[in-house]
T-cell receptor, first 114, second 115 residues
Framework: SQTIHQWPATLVQPVGSPLSLECTVEGTSNPNLYWYRQAAGRGLQLLFYSVGIGQISSEVPQNLSASRPQDRQFILSSKKLLLSDSGFYLC?????????????FGQGTRLTVV | AQTVTQSQPEMSVQEAETVTLSCTYDTSESDYYLFWYKQPPSRQMILVIR??????QNATENRFSVNFQKAAKSFSLKISDSQLGDAAMYFCAYGLTGTASKLTFGTGTRLQVTL
């Protein structure tokens, strides 16, 4: 069966510090991978998605970046965090193709920038 | 660009009653999927139900069913016999089939279940 791991679960970082959130998927190959951000009491904002190694599509211009160094690994990064980067970050994967295309989510990372 | 709209920020239902959550979407595509996700206080996203656009029959999953109106681009969720455990945020989502796909979510509806 497929599983998705996202860490850390909670993170408190000072303004101007770097960020690295990691997400890995097991039990499937060549998944579509996604990073979403959810502000308090708000919906899910798509930040990045990837359909393959090294292929990253950005939805929202900001000081965050994403990378996919391996087929089942997706990393969200920042060189210098802003207060506005605080939020709940969710990684998700989805099988590419015609069927079974619902998204499966990680447990999320609660990021607080202070 | 595809957009998903949930016009009800909050809804309330009494236990054992029925409630309907609304969702509309905008797309020029003909082949896509629609989903309803539930996010309880734990914030874990849980798939409730999905609908393939090529299917005319409305999807059902136990107490959950949808009313899919493709021409109207409407996709509502009906929860029957509401239970306290149904209290959560509910998100409607749209996704294309194929490799170049992304999932677009609405802003959510917070459902309260009262005794």
């Amino acid at each position: 069966s497929q599983t998705i791991h996202q860490w850390p679960a909670t993170l408190v970082q000072p303004v101007g510090s770097p960020l690295s959130l990691e997400c890995t998927v097991e039990g499937t190959s060549n998944p579509n991978l996604y990073w979403y951000r959810q502000a308090a009491g708000r919906g899910l904002q798509l930040l990045f998605y990837s359909v393959g190694i090294g292929q990253i599509s950005s939805e929202v211009p900001q000081n965050l970046s994403a990378s996919r160094p391996q087929d089942r690994q997706f990393i969200l990064s920042s060189k210098k965090l802003l207060l506005s980067d605080s939020g709940f970050y969710l990684c998700a994967w989805r099988k590419a193709g015609r069927y079974d295309t619902e998204a499966f989510f990680g447990q999320g990372t609660r990021l607080t920038v202070v | 660009a595809q957009t998903v709209t949930q016009s009800q920020p909050e809804m309330s239902v009494q236990e054992a009653e029925t409630v309907t959550l609304s969702c509309t979407y905008d797309t020029s595509e003909s082949d896509y999927y629609l989903f309803w996700y539930k996010q309880p206080p734990s914030r874990q996203m849980i798939l409730v139900i999905r609908q393939e656009a090529y299917k005319q029959q409305n999807a059902t999953e136990n107490r959950f069913s949808v009313n899919f109106q493709k021409a109207a681009k409407s996709f509502s969720l009906k929860i029957s016999d509401s239970q306290l455990g149904d209290a959560a945020m509910y998100f409607c989502a749209y996704g294309l089939t194929g490799t170049a796909s992304k999932l677009t979510f609405g802003t959510g509806t917070r459902l309260q279940v009262t005794l």
